[in-house]
Structures are given as C-alpha cells and as structure tokens.
C-alpha cells in the first residue's frame, strides 16, 4: 500500500473507468483506489457515484458499511492485531496492552507524528500460531509483548 | 533433488519465506543445485517451518526451522536426511499426521499447489473426469447420497440444496463459494485455497455441472492475501490448461470462475448477506424466503456453499459416495477438517471422521495445554459456538450428539483455554464482537449487544446489581428469539454457556443461576 496526497487526478479516474464497468465493480474500485492512496479521498465521492451511476449518499452508505475502507489518510505503518479467541488464549492482552502503551494511541488512532496507524482485526486464520500482528501487510506469529516491541523498534517507534 | 518449504500464509508468519531464501542462498554458496517447491502446510502447526527433503520418493522432515538454523542444516547434510536436533523423520509416520483420515486435504502438503501436472499425477480431476459421464441429476444423487452436510456452519445437506437450484428453471445460474471464513480460530478454507486451489475449482465446476450453472465466483475474505494471489494465479492456470471456460476437459461444457474479495465485514459470511455484498452493495442481511438457491445472486438461482463443502465433492466423485458415507457416525457423514487453536500444545489441522471424542482431539491430538495449566475451557464451532467444561470433552464430534449438549460443529474450529480464562470476560467480548459486526437491521441484535456489553461491564465489576443476571438472560432470550440472522441469534451461545458451565466467572453460585436458565 502506497500513502499519500491525491495528486494525479487520472489514476483515480482510470481505477473508475475500469471497474465501473463490473455490475459488482463499487468494491473492486474501493479496494483499488485504497491500494493506490491509503484511503478513499472524500472529496472525491462525488465522482466515484457519477462513475457508478448511484447517489452520493448510495457510495457512501457501502463505503462505510465495511471496516476495510477508510476515509482519513492512515499513518505511514499500520499495525493490525488480532483481538479475536484463539489469540486472547495465547496471551493477545499483553501484546496488545504493549502496542498501545508504546505507540500511545487507542484502535483505531494513528500517533499524533503520523507514523503509525493501529487497526484491530477479528481473526487472520493464524490461530494456531497467534497471537497474531500485522505490520504494513505483514503477517508475525507468536507474538508475545517482547517480540511485538521489537517490530515497533524496527519501525523507529521508540519511547 | 527436491526441498520442500510451506507458502502458507501461518508459515510465512513464522519466517518460512526467510527460510526458503536462506535455503537458496546456502545452497548457492555451496554449489549444490536443488529444487525448492513452495508446497502447502501439513497443518503441523507447532512445527512450522517445517522444512521436508525428498529424496529417491523419500521425504525427511525437519520442523521448527529458522533462518538462523539453516546453515547448520547445512553443515548436518540434511539433504542427506541426517540427524539434526529439528529432524522429525518421515512427514507420514508421524503420528499426528498418519492417524489422521484426509480426503479434503489428501494432497497437501505433497506437492507444489500450483503445479496442474502434479495436481493431476496426485489423483487430481478424477472426479470432474467422472462427473463429465454423468447427467446433472447423477451428480446431484451422489451428492446427496454421501450424506455430505454444508461445512459452513449451518450443516444443511448439500444434495438437497443442489436439488433445489437444479429444480429451478432460469436462463442464467449462479455457484459461489463462501470463503469469508470469519470464524476465529479455523484457518481450513485458507489451507485449501493456499494448498490446492485446483481442488475448490474442480468441486466448483462439478457444482456447475450438477445444477446447470456455468459462472461462479469465490468470495474471498479480504483478511488473506497470500491466499488471494495463490488463487488469482491457480484460476489463470486452470483457464490455460482447460479445466475452467468454454470448453471443459474437451467436454464442450463450460464454467467461468471468479474471484471477488470482501472488505472485512464478519457478517459477509451469511449467506445472504455475501450475495448483497458479491452484488457490489453493503452486506445487509435478505429476509428468506426466498432461498438464494431459487433467488440468490442478481436474484438468479445460486448455489452458495462454503469452501470445505466443494472441496469435498472431487473425492466424493472419485471414490464413490459410498466409500465417503462409510467414513463417520449416524447422520454425520464423512470426515471432517478441524482445526485446532487456542492454549496447546500441538495446535493444527485435523482430518478425522466424525464420532471422534473431544478429548482425543484436545489430548491425543492437541496434547492439552501449552502453557501445562489446566484445560478449562473450549469454544467450539467459531465465535458465536458455546463454551464446554471439561465435563462434556467425552461428546463426540457429531452434529447431533454436539446438539444435545448445546454444542455446535459450525466450522470446526476448537479453541482452547487454560484455567486463566474468564468466561465473564468472554461474554462480555462476545457482545462486543456482535455489536462491532452487527449489520444494524435488526434491534435485538444492534442494541442488544450493545446492553449486553454494558450488563456485562455491571456484573463483572463484582456490583451484584440485583437482577443483572436476569436481565442478561432474559436479553439473551430476546437476541435468540428475534434476531433476523445467526450474529445476533446465536452471540447468547458463548454468554449462555459461559454463565451455566462457570458461573463463578460472573461471581454468582450455580444454584442463583440454575433457576434462571431453564428457559433459555
Ligand atoms: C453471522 C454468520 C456468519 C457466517 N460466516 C460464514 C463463513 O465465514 N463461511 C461460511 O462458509 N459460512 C458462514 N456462515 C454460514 C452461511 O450463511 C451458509 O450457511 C453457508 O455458506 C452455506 O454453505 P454450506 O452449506 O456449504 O455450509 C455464516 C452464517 C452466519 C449467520
Ligand atoms: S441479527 Fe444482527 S447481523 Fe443479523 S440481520 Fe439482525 S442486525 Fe443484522
Ligand atoms: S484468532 Fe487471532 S488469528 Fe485467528
């Protein structure tokens, strides 16, 4: 995933062009657009709904309805943990507990240098390996509070 | 010569791409020429990276291996098969592995999952070969005489549906497999997709065969993209090599497949919902009727079945449904992938028929609790499952026998807990899971849990408010009883079993809660 300003209006309009072509296109070009720019630029809703011949208020509603989908810039890394069972049974609350005293944002927050977004997730199908953290798209098993701070180490997360 | 080094999305969790690397590397600095295939995980997970070498047909495990520790594989010639403290011998003879019955997952783990050739050579599309010499009703009637139920969750006979949508009469038909897999603690559907892709395609297409549907599309949770480029790649390989398209191993038939990836929506895994979703619209819950096997995708006739479901067909059609019906117990036919997560210590991939006990797969199998605590606690059937005592671990694996203790099979996933948890903590997290993915159309399930985190907040806070207790029955009678969908109608199951087997866990004695839940 690549970060940053909305500054070539025809890659936004290429991903339009293609997908609004697919009866079931909205998603794909939702997924394709955040690929390209981190999130969905508001400003932008708009023409996403001429493009796919819906109201505004249509593209929004399915922008929001799923949690992938993002409508602010995230932080230059995004961390992701798992929050769901399997995990909490191998110890998910220390790692968790760690990741947000050292980065000093709750879920859903990106930290006040906009380095570091951190997201929870409800399983990655890693339960047998958990606890489980994603870091820009990567996935670490057996995480403990030790191994998950070393990764933010890694990241030039210090403090 | 040929090593063999997991791309399985767990196995690259634990390094196994840096192993693979480290592998090549080594083998370059020492001239040795070898053949590295990236086959799928044996599902040994406390093993992972689990590194085989073939040799003459001979395969020699090695497991847990890190980067670090593959130059002294090296130095021991583990090419050679020799001792090294990782060594674990033949992947078949260990006893994890050969107890188990694997018809779905008889392949992985063998070869490369890629590779149309070795799918072929590994007794791949036998069973779409013998499906072309059927009529669709044939297929529909072995089908449904293997007694295969939907591995899911909801455990409806899959003949019966093929039945219905084969029935229906229109112009265009729909089969979509549901990959959302948003069951915490089950990772099978990964396993296949990452492990044998052409095995979903070709129970996919045989689907199509049998109920005169010529597209499908694979609904894939967006939370796997290993997965995700694993299939893109197997769906351009089996269109190149004439197993999907136009015309189907010659046959003349045809099948166009798709893959559509989810935005993270725990509710996209009904059904219903999943088709709202696939049609490119939020995932809001349809009432049924009608079925989306009369009504379903663009309102067209659909097959939805999830990726066990079809994976299973191939072998059903090679083998024969009687073979398939011999394997498992009363009206539980077959075998069944679990998947074992949680606090053990040999967590992992389980294929057994059903009637197995819960103890032989939490001991035998699992080998009890990784941290040596006691086992306290399973959630068993996914997030919305009820949570067993140790009391109930000798109740068989059977949708039935499950039942009768207020058990679910769901997708086979069994998480284990140590005598650390809390399930007054659990409950609150189940209302929490529920109010976090709750579609929002229905208010025993949108407020509901939302009341219910906060009753929960009051009764764990250790303020015996008088009435808490029945507050949080009587919500959960309401969320069972009035929810449009299994999110808010079965989120009770782990609040519900939690306070009946553990009471103590919401400081109440069994005999205050007893009274209370002779209803529920
Ligand atoms: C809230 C909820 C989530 C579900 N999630 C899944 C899922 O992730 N994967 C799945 O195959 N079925 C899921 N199901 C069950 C499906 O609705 C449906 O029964 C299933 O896809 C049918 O396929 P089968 O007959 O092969 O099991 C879910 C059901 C509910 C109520
Ligand atoms: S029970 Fe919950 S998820 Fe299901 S339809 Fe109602 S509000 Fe939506
Ligand atoms: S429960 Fe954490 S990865 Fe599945």
């Not at chain 1, 929004?60 to 949690?67: A, I, M, N």
């Not at chain 2, 592998?23 to 044996?42: F, H, K, Q, Y």
Request: with cysteine; aromatic share 8%.
């Amino acid at each position: 995933m690549e970060n940053g300003k909305v500054e070539r209006k025809d890659e936004l309009e290429d991903i339009l062009q293609s997908f609004s072509r697919l009866a079931n296109g909205l998603i794909p070009a939702f997924h394709a657009i955040q690929d390209r720019y981190g999130y969905v630029p508001k400003e932008r809703l708009p023409e996403i709904a001429r493009a796919f011949n819906l109201s505004q208020a249509d593209v929004y509603g399915v922008l929001t309805f799923y949690h992938d989908f993002r409508l602010e810039p995230v932080g230059r890394h995004v961390v992701s943990v798992c929050r769901a069972e399997a995990c909490q049974a191998n110890g998910s609350a220390a790692v968790i507990d760690r990741l947000r005293r050292k980065l000093g944002v709750d879920f859903g927050k990106t930290t006040t240098d906009g380095e570091v977004t951190l997201l929870p997730t409800y399983c990655f199908g890693n339960c047998a390996c958990g606890p489980s953290v994603a870091v820009d798209g990567k996935l670490y098993g057996r995480m403990s509070a030790e191994r998950v701070e070393r990764i933010l180490h890694g990241l030039g997360v210090s403090a | 010569m040929r090593v063999y080094v997991p791309r399985d999305f767990s196995a690259c969790a634990l390094g196994a791409d840096e192993v693979a690397r480290a592998i090549e590397r080594e083998a370059g600095r020492r001239g040795i020429t070898l053949e590295l295939v990236r086959n799928g995980s044996r599902g040994l997970y406390w093993l992972e990276p689990f590194v085989e070498v073939e040799r003459n047909g001979e395969r020699v495990a090695y497991g847990p291996v890190s980067e670090e520790e593959v130059e002294s594989l090296f130095d021991q010639n583990f090419l050679e098969g020799k001792e090294h403290p990782a060594r674990q011998g033949n992947p078949e003879e260990i006893p994890y592995l050969r107890r188990q019955t694997r018809l779905v997952f008889r392949r992985i783990g063998k070869n490369d999952p890629l590779s149309l050739d070795e799918y072929r050579k590994h007794g791949g599309l036998a069973g779409l070969a013998r499906a072309l010499t059927l009529s669709s009703q044939q297929i529909v009637e072995e089908v449904t005489k293997s007694g295969l139920r939907g591995r899911g969750g909801a455990g409806f006979p899959t003949g019966i549906k093929w039945k219905t949508t084969l029935q229906a009469v229109d112009d265009q038909k729909y089969i979509v497999c549901n990959a959302d897999e948003g069951d915490s603690g089950t990772f099978s559907d990964r396993m296949v997709i990452e492990g044998d892709p052409f095995l979903l395609i070709e129970g996919m297409t045989i689907a199509g065969l049998a109920v005169g549907a010529t597209e499908g599309y694979v609904y894939l949770r967006s939370e796997y993209p290993l997965a995700r480029r694993i299939f893109e790649e197997a769906l351009e390989r089996a269109r190149a090599g004439g197993i999907l398209g136009k015309d189907i191993l010659g046959s003349g038939k045809s099948f166009f497949l798709n893959l559509y990836v989810g935005a993270g929506a725990y509710v996209c895994g009904e059904e219903t919902s999943l088709l709202e979703s696939l049609e490119g619209k939020r995932g809001m819950i349809r009432p049924r009727p009608p079925l989306p096997a009369v009504h379903g995708l663009w309102q067209k006739p659909t097959v939805v079945n999830n990726v066990i479901t079809l994976a299973s067909v191939p072998g059903i059609l090679a083998d024969g449904a009687d073979a398939y019906a011999q394997l498992g117990v009363g009206r539980s036919k077959g075998t069944l992938p679990v998947q074992l997560s949680g606090n053990l210590r040999r967590p992992g991939l389980v294929e057994v028929p059903f009637g197995i006990t819960l103890e032989e797969l939490l001991f035998d199998y699992g080998g009890g609790t990784a941290s040596g605590r006691p086992l306290k606690a399973i959630q068993i059937g996914g997030p919305l499952g009820p949570y067993l005592p140790s009391s109930l671990f000798h109740v068989t694996l059977d949708y039935e026998e499950l039942a009768k203790v207020r058990g679910i099979v769901g997708h086979g996933g069994i998480v284990a807990f140590d005598d650390t948890v809390n399930l007054g903590e659990m409950a609150r997290y189940a209302m929490e899971f529920c109010a976090e993915e709750s579609c929002g159309k229905c208010t025993p399930c949108r407020i509901g849990s939302t009341r219910g985190m906060e009753l929960m907040d009051k009764i764990l806070s250790g303020k015996k408010a008088p009435g808490s207790i029945q507050l949080l029955v009587d919500l959960c009678d309401v969320m069972i009883n009035a929810s449009l969908c299994g999110l808010g109608g079965m989120t009770p199951f782990p609040v519900l079993s939690g306070l009946r087997h553990f009471p103590e866990d919401f400081g109440y004695a069994k005999e205050e809660v007893e009274p209370l839940l002779q209803k529920v």
